[in-house]
């Protein structure tokens, strides 16, 4: 970034190991913010990868690696789409900052959801670069982001040796907890409301983690599964717990030997989901600079995962919460990859988007 042109760049860290980086283009008037998180997820089975998933390989045109998608290309798309414009001399009427953050993937601990609220990074508005592909790349720019709220359903029986289950009153953990998820499956449907300019809802994901049991022999006196339900604006905390409370109550009334309990999950308990007013110059911006370097319109939508957009929505910054390189469908999976082509149009759509939104016009 020094070697580009920008300037104050410097790490800001809530602890050493996990830093985060700024860097600024230009200086004064509107700062637009273009954000990007730098960690990954884990990943997985190694066999699965055809190249190392640490080692960066281009490949017909793509370019392999864990984050290349999620969201490492969107990074490096941002961090040219500054050098560029300060080689024109930097925007004429504001700041582009840069912000490359920690920990989104594990709920922005360390990254934006302890940056954003800091004065000296206050912005009028930011941009996201997650990536907004799907079987075609660009499909559309989010003007909505859901949030994801994580809980643990927890089920007790009666923890014994398991030879005696037909011979003294007991309860299988792992069976009442197979059908609450079966339950859960058909019948739970978190309210929400509905709202034309941000299409879509909520989604409930089930077992998206699942234990239970101790061992052989030993009659399951404890099981769980994790369930992840994306949320979208307009949704609150205590009416989504409401509404699983009441559901598993209702369980219970309909079977007293269930013993069953539901526990938000420490730091991934509400990252809200967020929106930002169609009309806004950013969005106008945006779409400007895609329709000239794509060549056609890209639609307003709703980005269906959780971005770190919520925080800086939070913070009072209008924020597209998602809009870059690659697709989601090749996320969090092996082989991931992006194409290197929508890595240049990706540097190209963020520069004109900073220049036309701090007031080139052009």
Partial sequence: MKRLGYEGIQTIALEPERPNLVGEIGGGGQVLMLNGHVDTKPPGDLSEWETGPF??????????????????GAVAAMVYAGGAIAETGGPPNGTLRIVLTADEEAGSRFGARFLAGRPEL??????????????????????????????????????????????????????????VLARMAADFKPQYPRDPAVPGGPTVNLGVTMSGGVYFGIYPGHAEFGMDIRTVPGMTQPGLLADLTSFVQKLQREDPELD???????????????????????????????????????????????????????????????????????AHRPNENVPVDELTQAARIYALTALRYLGEGT
Wanted: aromatic letters at 6%; hydrophobic letters at 45%.
């Fill in 55 to 72: 080692d960066p390989v281009i490949r017909e045109g793509r370019l392999y690696g864990l984050g290349s998608a999620d969201m490492k």
């Fill in 122 to 179: 206050a912005a009028d508005a930011v941009l996201v670069g997650e990536a907004t592909g799907m079987q075609t790349p660009w499909s559309y720019i989010a003007v909505a982001s859901r949030g994801i709220a994580c809980f643990r359903v927890s089920v007790r029986g009666t923890q014994m040796h398991s030879s005696l289950s037909d011979q003294v009153p007991s309860v299988n953990a792992s069976v009442k907890l197979a059908q």
């Fill in 260 to 330: 069953v309990s539901v526990e938000p999950v420490p730091d991934l308990d509400w990252l809200p989901p967020s929106s930002i007013d169609p009309g806004h110059p950013l969005v106008a911006a945006t779409q400007s600079a895609a329709q000239d370097v794509l060549q056609r319109q890209v639609p307003l939508k709703t980005m269906p995962a959780f971005t770190d957009g919520s925080y800086w929505s939070l913070a009072g910054a209008a924020c597209i919460p998602a809009f870059g390189p690659g697709t989601l469908l090749v």
